[in-house]
């Protein structure tokens, strides 16, 4: 288990390597020349020129790639354009933001999907199964920044149980930050208002981010819970007397979580890149919002920034899945 | 407590199907007592799977009782609710099944496994459920029971880490957990290897004397059948043609197709009457050898760095116009070496020569020409036919890749290949979900032999078949042979189905030769220690089932 776990984590840093050398060659085939795009419309040619020894862009393009590698290492992901910060200092502020927006969403995925997908299997072709059935293709049909608003329309502003936008209202202090989680911090330093609070301005995003997730998860751990149902084992173990209870609910559904599990890691990293969807609409302080809003006054080291983050973030959550793999399945372990 | 055990009177059952009702069992009457050990041999379709899961309240979903019913032990089982079943299930009656593989839990520890059956049975009964170490402790008892070595550390280790004859050792343990009056055995031997056959049919037995267990055993093979049960009962389309002592039954069938059945038996100990091949015409070319291997080797490299070996250095040559037998048990390497003689499989080193020229190092389109010449038939002609493609598409298709014969010729090609293979012309618009496992066979060969290939390789092409079905399509190959010319390498683990067609045979194990020969004089005087005991194993059921001929 523990070589297992050490080659998935070389893998981790190969792919890591592969995506930076992958951002470094889109965008600089990218048409335009990033020099002039610095300095602006009105630059004179001596303007541009400086420029572009000081980001050491009339160096070769090998060279450009050892120094992008080099400062990669560092943890150096260059300067934004319009606020002159370091990018990496930006994106980890709005990181946090975008992660737990994802997590909640992803719980909200797995807790109620994976049991949905249960009893649509259990109760396949049933009044539930219609039901679920409908759901999940609502859910992968509609587009999320319609659905956002929609509901936004409906829950915050018709009914007004729940704000409209933003992790918090601007007159409440945020807590102490441990995490950055908001959910996590209100909680660690009691304050069980703010953690509320920001539980009802979560709620609209996370939901308009799971529910395409949902879907899917719903639909392949049904699909799975059917198909292992029928397997001998089940059938075994119905025949040894263990309660039908334990049957769908321990035996088939591990067997069942294999291929959902792998679902979860894809997933996951769709969600990260619907994140830019989901902050823009619900106006979500993350790193989603600030890619988009870098990307519109043509700032390209964040979005390259941003890019990484999230390519990060995705190879991390599959590892994590891989691992699970191995935890669930012990025909993986000795391979 | 003097009535029957079992009594299942006039026991009649559908199954609701798209196209309506389907009658499966057709009037069942059947009587157990105590004590009895009965076996209910049929092939498959004849219901008797949906029989003894019926007895334990398993059947299929939209099956429906019509009339008659089932009493256990005095008690009306027929329509059981879920939770009266509880305290039947597993406790006082309970099953043990076909395949030892796909009937345990790949992701629980065997010991979680039985342990948890202990548990639920614990429940059943209203005790409480005793502390984890007393049901280890039951666990390792039973493991021990059923003659597992070393039950403390087995108890930790998940299936894929046994052998499939351990496999169903932990599954009979499992369905002793409760210690049931009544034990069904769906099949028990099917999945095994011979000599793995006889060690479990020798521990049945055995728990039957130690245990007082009653037992009713299902299977199509008769020889298992009769090494286990004192009674025994036909089946044939959901209806019991004959019942009675099993040895009676061997050796006076009264109903005409338990005599089918019984003829279709191949015998280990008979020398075979084999159907006299075209005189072998000695070839001009050559020393007459068509296939000849040279120190061919296969290895596995596992992730973990780990070498395997599967196939270890084979050299054999196989004559123009013989069959070939190849015998060993799984894992001896008999399915990797058949592939890597048509270079399915890249062979690690070693030559193959077919016809004087060495393939090993084709590629690419002179390749793609020789396997003209060679063609491979499948052991499950269930998988290997496109469900999604007519019969004439599946005939035609070697046609379409290898020739640049027009459709209609094609088509012509496919009405005379399904004429050779004795089916009626209109068969090529059918699907394969519309024939019978024999006549899919059929297809599979017809399609092999499209291209007049010289060499059939044939991996097991009966062991997915009924017997008396495997016995037909074993005639036809000989006769095809005869008529077409062909040679054979012909794979199989039943040594009396290898005895019955080939002219020579090697004997695998472990990916080496162990001996090899004329069938025959492997047969009556084996050399080595391994051949023997593979026919001793063998001979275990064909003996008892070919009673009839022995005796008389």
Same mark, same amino acid.
């Given at each position: 288990?523990?070589?297992?776990?050490?080659?998935?984590?070389?893998?981790?840093?190969?792919?890591?390597?592969?995506?930076?050398?992958?951002?470094?060659?889109?965008?600089?085939?990218?048409?335009?020349?990033?020099?002039?795009?610095?300095?602006?419309?009105?630059?004179?040619?001596?303007?541009?020129?400086?420029?572009?020894?000081?980001?050491?862009?009339?160096?070769?393009?090998?060279?450009?790639?050892?120094?992008?590698?080099?400062?990669?290492?560092?943890?150096?992901?260059?300067?934004?354009?319009?606020?002159?910060?370091?990018?990496?200092?930006?994106?980890?502020?709005?990181?946090?933001?975008?992660?737990?927006?994802?997590?909640?969403?992803?719980?909200?995925?797995?807790?109620?999907?994976?049991?949905?997908?249960?009893?649509?299997?259990?109760?396949?072709?049933?009044?539930?199964?219609?039901?679920?059935?409908?759901?999940?293709?609502?859910?992968?049909?509609?587009?999320?920044?319609?659905?956002?608003?929609?509901?936004?329309?409906?829950?915050?502003?018709?009914?007004?149980?729940?704000?409209?936008?933003?992790?918090?209202?601007?007159?409440?202090?945020?807590?102490?930050?441990?995490?950055?989680?908001?959910?996590?911090?209100?909680?660690?330093?009691?304050?069980?208002?703010?953690?509320?609070?920001?539980?009802?301005?979560?709620?609209?995003?996370?939901?308009?981010?799971?529910?395409?997730?949902?879907?899917?998860?719903?639909?392949?751990?049904?699909?799975?819970?059917?198909?292992?149902?029928?397997?001998?084992?089940?059938?075994?173990?119905?025949?040894?007397?263990?309660?039908?209870?334990?049957?769908?609910?321990?035996?088939?559904?591990?067997?069942?979580?294999?291929?959902?599990?792998?679902?979860?890691?894809?997933?996951?990293?769709?969600?990260?890149?619907?994140?830019?969807?989901?902050?823009?609409?619900?106006?979500?302080?993350?790193?989603?919002?600030?890619?988009?809003?870098?990307?519109?006054?043509?700032?390209?080291?964040?979005?390259?920034?941003?890019?990484?983050?999230?390519?990060?973030?995705?190879?991390?959550?599959?590892?994590?899945?891989?691992?699970?793999?191995?935890?669930?399945?012990?025909?993986?372990?000795?391979? | 407590?003097?009535?029957?055990?079992?009594?299942?009177?006039?026991?009649?059952?559908?199954?609701?199907?798209?196209?309506?009702?389907?009658?499966?069992?057709? @009037?069942?009457?059947?009587?157990?007592?105590?004590?009895?050990?009965?076996?209910?041999?049929?092939?498959?379709?004849?219901?008797?799977?949906?029989?003894?899961?019926?007895?334990?309240?398993? @059947?299929?979903?939209?099956?429906?009782?019509?009339?008659?019913? $089932?009493?256990?032990?005095?008690?009306?089982?027929?329509?059981?609710?879920?939770?009266?079943?509880?305290?039947?299930?597993?406790?006082?009656?309970? !099953?043990?099944?076909?395949?030892?593989?796909?009937?345990?839990?790949?992701?629980?520890?065997? @010991?979680?496994?039985?342990?948890?059956?202990?548990?639920?049975?614990?429940?059943?009964?209203?005790?409480?459920?005793?502390?984890?170490?007393?049901?280890?402790?039951?666990?390792?008892?039973?493991?021990?029971?059923? @003659?597992?070595?070393?039950?403390?550390?087995?108890?930790?280790?998940?299936?894929?880490?046994?052998?499939?004859?351990?496999?169903?050792?932990?599954? =009979?343990?499992?369905?002793?957990?409760?210690?049931?009056?009544?034990?069904?055995?769906?099949?028990?031997?099917?999945?095994?290897?011979?000599?793995?056959?006889?060690?479990?049919?020798?521990? =049945?037995?055995?728990?039957?004397?130690?245990?007082?267990?009653?037992?009713?055993? =299902?299977?199509?093979? $008769?020889?298992?059948?009769?090494?286990?049960?004192?009674?025994?009962?036909?089946?044939?389309?959901?209806?019991?043609?004959?019942?009675?002592?099993?040895?009676?039954?061997?050796?006076?069938?009264?109903?005409?197709?338990?005599?089918?059945?019984?003829?279709?038996?191949?015998?280990?100990?008979?020398?075979?009457?084999?159907?006299?091949?075209?005189?072998?015409?000695?070839?001009?070319?050559?020393?007459?050898?068509?296939?000849?291997?040279?120190?061919?080797?296969?290895?596995?490299?596992?992730?973990?760095?780990?070498?395997?070996?599967?196939?270890?250095?084979?050299?054999?040559?196989?004559?123009?116009?013989?069959?070939?037998?190849?015998?060993?048990?799984?894992?001896?390497?008999?399915?990797?070496?058949?592939?890597?003689?048509?270079?399915?499989?890249?062979?690690?080193?070693?030559?193959?020569?077919?016809?004087?020229?060495? $393939?090993?190092?084709?590629?690419?389109?002179?390749?793609?020409? !020789?396997?003209?010449?060679?063609?491979?038939?499948?052991?499950?002609?269930?998988?290997?036919?496109?469900?999604?493609?007519?019969?004439?598409?599946?005939?035609?298709?070697?046609?379409?890749?290898?020739?640049?014969?027009?459709?209609?010729?094609?088509?012509?090609?496919?009405?005379?290949?399904?004429?050779?293979?004795?089916?009626?012309? !209109?068969?090529?618009?059918?699907?394969?979900?519309?024939?019978?496992?024999?006549?899919?066979?059929?297809?599979?060969?017809?399609?092999?032999?499209?291209?007049?290939?010289?060499?059939?390789?044939?991996?097991?092409?009966?062991?997915?078949?009924?017997?008396?079905?495997?016995?037909?399509?074993?005639?036809?190959?000989?006769?095809?042979?005869?008529?077409?010319?062909?040679?054979?390498?012909?794979?199989?683990?039943?040594?009396?189905?290898?005895?019955?067609?080939?002219?020579?045979?090697?004997?695998?194990?472990?990916?080496?030769?162990?001996?090899?020969?004329?069938?025959?004089?492997?047969?009556?005087?084996?050399?080595?220690?391994?051949?023997?005991?593979?026919?001793?194993?063998?001979?275990?059921?064909?003996?008892?089932?070919?009673?009839?001929?022995?005796?008389?």
């Amino acid at each position: 288990m523990l070589t297992f776990a050490f080659r998935k984590l070389l893998t981790l840093v190969g792919t890591m390597i592969g995506i930076a050398a992958l951002t470094f060659l889109i965008t600089n085939v990218a048409p335009g020349d990033p020099a002039r795009l610095v300095a602006g419309p009105n630059a004179t040619e001596d303007m541009v020129a400086t420029i572009r020894t000081e980001y050491g862009l009339d160096k070769s393009l090998p060279e450009q790639f050892i120094v992008y590698m080099g400062d990669l290492m560092r943890g150096d992901l260059g300067q934004s354009i319009v606020t002159t910060r370091p990018v990496m200092e930006e994106v980890l502020r709005y990181a946090p933001a975008t992660l737990e927006l994802v997590f909640v969403a992803m719980a909200l995925g797995i807790v109620v999907g994976v049991p949905l997908g249960m009893l649509s299997a259990v109760y396949k072709d049933g009044p539930l199964d219609h039901v679920t059935r409908i759901f999940s293709i609502s859910g992968v049909a509609l587009p999320a920044f319609w659905f956002g608003i929609i509901l936004q329309l409906m829950f915050a502003v018709d009914l007004g149980w729940l704000p409209v936008s933003g992790r918090l209202p601007l007159v409440t202090r945020p807590p102490e930050t441990v995490t950055g989680l908001l959910l996590v911090d209100s909680l660690i330093s009691g304050r069980f208002q703010t953690f509320w609070t920001s539980l009802q301005h979560i709620i609209l995003p996370a939901v308009v981010l799971s529910f395409p997730c949902l879907a899917s998860i719903l639909r392949v751990n049904r699909a799975e819970m059917i198909e292992v149902l029928q397997s001998d084992y089940i059938v075994a173990a119905r025949a040894h007397g263990i309660a039908s209870f334990r049957i769908v609910a321990l035996y088939a559904l591990k067997n069942a979580m294999l291929p959902t599990l792998a679902m979860i890691g894809l997933r996951f990293g769709w969600m990260l890149g619907s994140t830019v969807l989901v902050e823009t609409v619900f106006d979500w302080p993350g790193i989603g919002l600030y890619a988009v809003s870098s990307a519109l006054s043509s700032d390209f080291k964040p979005v390259i920034g941003v890019t990484l983050m999230i390519g990060f973030f995705f190879i991390v959550a599959n590892t994590l899945v891989d691992l699970a793999y191995a935890w669930i399945d012990p025909r993986l372990r000795s391979a | 407590m003097t009535g029957p055990l079992l009594d299942i009177r006039d026991y009649r059952l559908d199954i609701g199907t798209f196209d309506g009702p389907v009658h499966v069992l057709k @009037g069942i009457n059947l009587t157990v007592n105590r004590g009895d050990t009965l076996g209910i041999v049929g092939e498959s379709g004849s219901g008797k799977t949906v029989l003894v899961r019926s007895v334990l309240g398993i @059947g299929p979903k939209n099956s429906r009782v019509v009339e008659g019913g $089932i009493t256990f032990d005095g008690q009306d089982i027929t329509r059981l609710s879920e939770k009266d079943w509880t305290k039947i299930r597993g406790i006082r009656i309970s !099953m043990i099944f076909q395949d030892p593989m796909t009937y345990l839990n790949p992701l629980f520890t065997v @010991g979680r496994q039985i342990s948890d059956v202990i548990a639920a049975h614990e429940k059943a009964a209203g005790q409480g459920v005793s502390p984890k170490a007393a049901r280890r402790a039951r666990t390792e008892e039973l493991l021990d029971q059923v @003659g597992l070595p070393n039950p403390s550390m087995l108890f930790g280790q998940y299936p894929h880490q046994l052998s499939g004859g351990m496999r169903q050792r932990v599954l =009979i343990a499992m369905a002793l957990a409760g210690k049931p009056d009544l034990l069904i055995a769906d099949e028990p031997t099917t999945a095994l290897d011979v000599t793995v056959q006889a060690q479990v049919l020798d521990l =049945i037995n055995s728990l039957v004397e130690k245990l007082n267990l009653t037992v009713v055993m =299902i299977s199509h093979d $008769i020889g298992a059948i009769a090494t286990v049960a004192k009674r025994c009962a036909v089946m044939y389309r959901g209806e019991i043609v004959e019942q009675g002592l099993t040895a009676d039954i061997l050796s006076r069938p009264q109903h005409e197709y338990t005599r089918r059945l019984l003829a279709a038996v191949p015998d280990i100990d008979a020398a075979a009457a084999k159907i006299p091949a075209e005189p072998v015409a000695p070839e001009p070319a050559g020393p007459g050898a068509l296939l000849e291997a040279i120190d061919l080797r296969k290895i596995y490299r596992s992730q973990s760095g780990a070498e395997v070996a599967a196939v270890k250095g084979i050299s054999l040559s196989v004559r123009t116009g013989e069959i070939f037998g190849v015998v060993g048990e799984s894992g001896s390497g008999k399915s990797t070496l058949a592939r890597m003689l048509l270079r399915l499989i890249e062979p690690t080193s070693g030559d193959i020569i077919f016809d004087g020229r060495n $393939i090993s190092g084709l590629a690419g389109e002179p390749l793609r020409q !020789m396997r003209r010449h060679m063609q491979f038939v499948f052991q499950n002609p269930h998988s290997a036919l496109n469900g999604r493609h007519t019969i004439g598409d599946a005939i035609g298709e070697p046609l379409r890749i290898q020739t640049g014969m027009s459709r209609r010729d094609i088509e012509a090609r496919a009405e005379a290949l399904l004429d050779i293979v004795q089916l009626p012309k !209109m068969f090529k618009y059918r699907y394969p979900h519309e024939l019978s496992g024999g006549q899919k066979q059929r297809v599979c060969i017809a399609r092999a032999i499209a291209l007049n290939p010289r060499l059939l390789i044939l991996d097991e092409p009966t062991s997915a078949l009924d017997i008396s079905v495997q016995a037909q399509v074993l005639d036809f190959l000989q006769q095809l042979r005869a008529e077409l010319n062909l040679t054979y390498v012909f794979i199989s683990h039943n040594l009396a189905v290898i005895r019955q067609i080939c002219d020579r045979t090697i004997v695998m194990k472990r990916g080496e030769i162990v001996e090899q020969g004329e069938t025959e004089r492997l047969f009556l005087s084996p050399q080595q220690d391994y051949t023997r005991t593979l026919i001793e194993s063998g001979r275990k059921t064909s003996r008892a089932a070919n009673l009839a001929d022995h005796a008389g």
